[in-house]
Each structure stands twice: as structure tokens, then as C-alpha cells.
């Protein structure tokens, strides 16, 4: 069959079953769309891509396809949408297709993807045009991908005029006249907590999401992602991800979903999240996170769900008033104070009591305690020392001064009836 001047190729939503034609990728040199998703395809991705293809778009989402990814596809030069979605492909991270330098969007989402999200030895992995990733519910594992995310420069941009998607010019088959095509993307992503469908992804030129969602990623997430400026989405949720959520993430001006539930992440929320004024959906829930939600902006908005899991959160929205643990604060200067004040007191009521039993003994006891008295208080300024190692020593004092005082009250008085 000779379609050598095919550019569009689409059987989206049918019933096709069976094994992928090997030849597809090589229909023509003018292809530029091959659209087959939601159909009942088995067997291998046609592995088979010309050098010089004019490919752009690729869609085998939601088939029944496995085996490895075609390495051949880096012969797609122009190739700026590549889906793969739903399916049953058993492979690591294609970290070569980051040298594709016009792709845009990477869905490998629902498959059986494992290892390492990063570049292979010392290959470089640029993905300098990609908006969108999505490689969700696979078996990813290992780190967090910190090496791929310093190289996402398109999504270091909130210039929507930069993120534009494919509409181009056709020359019709005989290279005659243009014509002006646009060639929409259809994508599913998880948005917001749900799973959404971009009709016409032209339209959305200004979306940038990054999904890792339900994988086994580790680790914790770095500052570095605060640099990612133009995120629309961020979903890391289901990992193993642990350590604090980077207060990096409040410079994230266009985000609008953040999902970051089921890890192990710790500390506290960042206060600096509530400056993010267009932020709708939040989940944080089933974590290890502690002390109290910020309260104020979109952060007022969100329900409880958002929030728990999380033992030590508290704040209106989990109906859980924070408790400040902090007691009055206590003066040491008044301690002494009232430790100077008892200490006084005590002195006159030896002079008094002395006094009682006679002007001459009152004195007499007055001018013999008196020093040891001061003696004591000159460790007045710390009354916890004090009663450690002087509260015996009073005691003690005490009992002598009180017989000392009954021995001469009684010699007086022996002595007034002499």
C-alpha cells in the first residue's frame, strides 16, 4: 500500500485488535500524527522509525501493548508528543528520549516502568522543551529524580507566550499551496484529584505538570524545586518520599494543585505555602506532619480531608485547636525577691521573739544569727540552690533558735521571782 504522502494517521476509539503493523512508523515520510489509543492493540510498539521522519505526535494510550519502548524513536526528531499510556510496557526510565529536542508532553503513566528516574552513565538527559511528564502508577524506585528536575528549562518560565503547542503549515500533496492545520492533543491527566481530559491541549498551552504519583520514590524533595516556576501541577503523592516539604515550593506562583499525600514527610507546613494565591486543590493527608496549618488565603478554603492522617496537625480546619505548650513565663528576680522578702521577715521574728524574752537576749540572739542570716542570703539569687543545700541547715537553725529562746524566757522568769 503506498502512502507515501499520508500526513495524518488517526484510529483512535475503535475496536482494532490484534498485533501493531511493524510498518507503521514508516507509512510515510510526511506523517506527522499517528493516533491509534483506545483501541485493543497487543504486541510490541512498531518499532521501525525512518531517520528524517516527520513524526510530531504519537498516541498508543490505553491498548494492550508491551515489551520495551522502540529505540528507534530517537530518529524522531520532531517529535513533540509521545503517549504511551495505559498499557503494559515493561521498561526503565527512557532517559534517551530527553535528547528528542522538540518534546513536549511524556505520558508513560500505567505501566510497568522501573528503576531510576535519571540518565544512564554519562548520558545526558536535557527534556529542555517538556511541559508535561507523567509517569505515574508505574514501579519507579530510588531516589528522588533531583537530576531531571534542574534539567527542565521549560518549565523555569511562567511566559505562557513561550509554551505554545503544535500549529503548523501543511503543503498539500502536490506542494501546491499551504494550507494552516492545527493538530489538537488529546491527554488525560490527574487533576486536582481527578482525572481530567484536555480536549484540545493547544488550548492548554500554559499547563505544566509534573505526575509521579503512586510509585516508590524515595528520599526527599529538594529546594530545587522552587525554581520550576511555571507548575500548574504537582502531584508526588503514594511514594516513599521523606524529610520536610521545601518552603521553595511557596515561589510556585501558577500552581494550582498540589498533592504530596501518602510519604512520610515530617516537620511542619511552611507557612510560605498560603502566599500561593492560585492554589485550588492541596493534599497533604496521611503523612507525619506536625504543629499548626496556616490559616490564611486559599489555605482558609481547604477541608479536612486535605489534612489528615497527620497526628500532630492541628488548626479550625481539622476542628483541633492548637495548644500552646509554653507556661507563664516566671521572673528569677522575682523568685529572689520573694526568696529576700522571707529571708527578712525571718530575721526581724528572731529579733522580735528575742526581744519577748527580754531586751538583752533579744539583742544578744539579734547580733549572734544575724550574720549567719545574711550569710544565707547572699545565696538568695538562686532559690532552687538554695533550697537544695540550706533548707536542712535551716531547719535545724530554727530548732536551736527556738530552744535557745525558751531556755532564757525561762531564766528571766526565774529570775523576776528571786
Avoid at 482525572?195 to 524515595?218: C, G, H, M, P, T
Wanted: net charge negative.
Amino acid at each position: 500500500m503506498q502512502l507515501k504522502s499520508l500526513m495524518q494517521l488517526d484510529l483512535s476509539f475503535n475496536n482494532l485488535r490484534g498485533r501493531t503493523p511493524s510498518c507503521l512508523g514508516n507509512f510515510s515520510q510526511l506523517l506527522e500524527r499517528l493516533d491509534l489509543k483506545w483501541n485493543k492493540l497487543s504486541g510490541l510498539i512498531p518499532q521501525t522509525y525512518m531517520i528524517g521522519n516527520s513524526l510530531r505526535m504519537i498516541d498508543f494510550n490505553n491498548n494492550n501493548l508491551l515489551g520495551e519502548l522502540p529505540r528507534a524513536l530517537v530518529n524522531s526528531r520532531s517529535l513533540e508528543f509521545f503517549d504511551v499510556s495505559y498499557n503494559n510496557i515493561n521498561d526503565s526510565f527512557p532517559f534517551w528520549l530527553g535528547d528528542l529536542p522538540e518534546l513536549k508532553v511524556l505520558s508513560l503513566s500505567n505501566n510497568e516502568f522501573h528503576g531510576d528516574i535519571r540518565c544512564s552513565g554519562n548520558m545526558t538527559c536535557t527534556f529542555s522543551k517538556l511541559h508535561i511528564i507523567d509517569l505515574s502508577h508505574n514501579q519507579f524506585s530510588g531516589s528522588f529524580p533531583t537530576e531531571m528536575i534542574h534539567s527542565l528549562k521549560a518549565m523555569n518560565t511562567s511566559n505562557a507566550s513561550q509554551l505554545q503547542y503544535e500549529s503548523y503549515l501543511m503543503w498539500n500533496n502536490v506542494g501546491q499551496y499551504l494550507i494552516s492545520t492545527d493538530v489538537f492533543y488529546s491527554f488525560t491527566m490527574s487533576n486536582k484529584g481527578l482525572a481530567r481530559v484536555y480536549e484540545k491541549l493547544q488550548k492548554f498551552y500554559s499547563l505544566i505538570a509534573i505526575d509521579i504519583s503512586s510509585n516508590k520514590i524515595s528520599g526527599e524533595i529538594p529546594q530545587v524545586i522552587g525554581e520550576l516556576k511555571g507548575l500548574v501541577l504537582l502531584n508526588l503523592s503514594n511514594n516513599n518520599l521523606i524529610g520536610s516539604i521545601p518552603s521553595s515550593i511557596a515561589k510556585l506562583s501558577n500552581l494550582e494543585a498540589l498533592d504530596l499525600s501518602l510519604n512520610s514527610l515530617s516537620g511542619k507546613i511552611p507557612q510560605q505555602l498560603a502566599q500561593i494565591t492560585f492554589l485550588e486543590y492541596l493534599n497533604v493527608s496521611f503523612n507525619n506532619l506536625t504543629g499548626p496549618i496556616p490559616e490564611h488565603n486559599q489555605f482558609s478554603t481547604f477541608k479536612g480531608d486535605s489534612f489528615e492522617g497527620n497526628q500532630g496537625l492541628c488548626g479550625d480546619q481539622l476542628l483541633k485547636k492548637c495548644i500552646d505548650h509554653a507556661g507563664p513565663s516566671t521572673s528569677d528576680d522575682d523568685d529572689d525577691d520573694d526568696n529576700s522578702e522571707s529571708f527578712v521577715e525571718l530575721y526581724w521574728t528572731v529579733v522580735l521573739i528575742g526581744y519577748s524574752g527580754g531586751l538583752v537576749a533579744g539583742v544578744a540572739l539579734g547580733s549572734t544569727y544575724f550574720p549567719q542570716l545574711y550569710w544565707i542570703m547572699q545565696y538568695v539569687q538562686d532559690g532552687a540552690q538554695f533550697q537544695k543545700h540550706f533548707s536542712n541547715f535551716m531547719l535545724q537553725q530554727l530548732i536551736c533558735l527556738k530552744l535557745s529562746i525558751d531556755n532564757l524566757s525561762l531564766n528571766n522568769l526565774n529570775r523576776s521571782f528571786q
